[in-house]
């Protein structure tokens, strides 16, 4: 009896785990909306002003037509990362519970579905010829405001408690 018990209290907590997941998902997808569009910018400009003699050499022309070519691409990268997250699988799936619990990347199935930012990032590089750098091109977790919002959440607390009770 006690046994039955301590199941239908454990299956309230994993459901209970999941909804605030849920919750919390759509909380930061807006966030996150957000820093999809801007980053791809952010990280070329990082890398333009590291490499002055590179950026010296740029032409006027060519820096309007990067600038245009990010402002036209960032926003389709943000909507087929938002569509891929949308699904509340994908924030609930693929948890490992090893790290420090401080990062929405801990879930390394969730965070992929960001590749299309990176890729943004590779093909805008590439595109204007920026010299090859041996820093990896990945989209990164905010660790900042954006527009008066901060990513630090208790998601990564929640995915490990659900995944004390196994998988859907």
Same mark, same amino acid.
């Given at each position: 009896?006690?046994?039955?018990?301590?199941?239908?209290?454990?299956?309230?907590?994993?459901?209970?785990?999941?909804?605030?997941?849920?919750?919390?998902?759509?909380?930061?997808?807006?966030?996150?909306?957000?820093?999809?569009?801007?980053?791809?910018?952010?990280?070329?400009?990082?890398?333009?002003?590291?490499?002055?003699? !590179?950026?010296?050499?740029?032409? =006027? %022309?060519? #820096?309007?037509?990067?600038?245009? $070519?990010?402002?036209?691409? @960032?926003?389709?990268?943000?909507?087929?990362?938002?569509?891929?997250?949308?699904?509340?699988?994908?924030?609930?799936?693929?948890?490992?519970?090893?790290?420090?619990?401080?990062?929405?990347?801990?879930?390394?199935?969730?965070?992929?579905?960001?590749?299309?930012?990176?890729?943004?990032?590779?093909?805008?590089?590439?595109? !204007?010829?920026?010299?090859?750098? =041996? %820093?990896? #091109?990945?989209?990164?977790?905010? $660790?900042?405001?954006?527009? @008066?919002?901060?990513?630090?959440?208790?998601?990564?607390?929640?995915?490990?408690?659900?995944?004390?009770?196994?998988?859907?």
């Amino acid at each position: 009896m006690r046994t039955d018990e301590e199941l239908r209290e454990a299956k309230a907590i994993l459901a209970r785990a999941r909804q605030a997941v849920v919750r919390m998902a759509a909380e930061i997808r807006p966030v996150l909306a957000e820093d999809f569009v801007e980053y791809p910018a952010y990280e070329v400009r990082r890398r333009f002003v590291s490499t002055p003699g !590179f950026a010296g050499s740029m032409a =006027d %022309e060519d #820096i309007a037509r990067l600038k245009a $070519m990010l402002a036209a691409r @960032s926003a389709e990268a943000r909507d087929a990362v938002l569509a891929a997250m949308a699904a509340p699988d994908a924030w609930l799936a693929g948890v490992d519970c090893t790290g420090p619990g401080k990062s929405l990347a801990e879930n390394e199935r969730l965070w992929a579905l960001t590749s299309p930012i990176a890729d943004l990032v590779r093909e805008v590089l590439a595109a !204007f010829g920026f010299p090859a750098d =041996d %820093e990896p #091109i990945e989209y990164r977790m905010p $660790m900042r405001f954006i527009h @008066s919002k901060v990513l630090f959440t208790d998601m990564p607390s929640r995915w490990c408690l659900s995944g004390l009770f196994g998988r859907k």
